[in-house]
């Protein structure tokens, strides 16, 4: 999976989606696809996370909770989740 983008100068080459598990507490990322099925969509949905939304890691949960920052809201996600959100940093 890859997100594409442009920038000032035209076309930029495809940046790789990583799960967001992968990024590191204080990079901000964008969410790019939700792996699996309808309802864990639909469950980030009702919390905002929709592709395209822009957030900031606060936390890894490296032991503890996994959360992010959209806007002025702290979400806490699940391991389970964050494995299957993909997101490419910005």
């Known amino acids: 999976m890859t997100a594409e ?3 000032p100068g035209g076309f930029m080459p ?3 989606a990583m799960p967001l598990m992968m990024a590191g507490e204080g990079q901000e990322v964008r969410l790019v696809e939700v792996l ?3 309802g864990l969509a639909r ?3 009702e919390m905002g996370l929709t592709p395209g939304t822009s957030m900031r890691v606060v936390a ?3 032991p503890g909770p996994f959360i992010v920052q959209v806007g002025e809201s702290k979400l ?3 391991r389970g989740m964050v494995h ?3 997101v490419t940093p910005l």
């Open 14 to 16: 495809p940046v790789p």
């Open 60 to 62: 890894q949960g490296r």
């Open 84 to 86: 299957r959100v993909l």
């Open 36 to 38: 699996g099925g309808h």
């Open 76 to 78: 806490v996600l699940g």
């Open 5 to 7: 983008s442009t920038g």
């Open 43 to 45: 469950r980030l949905a």
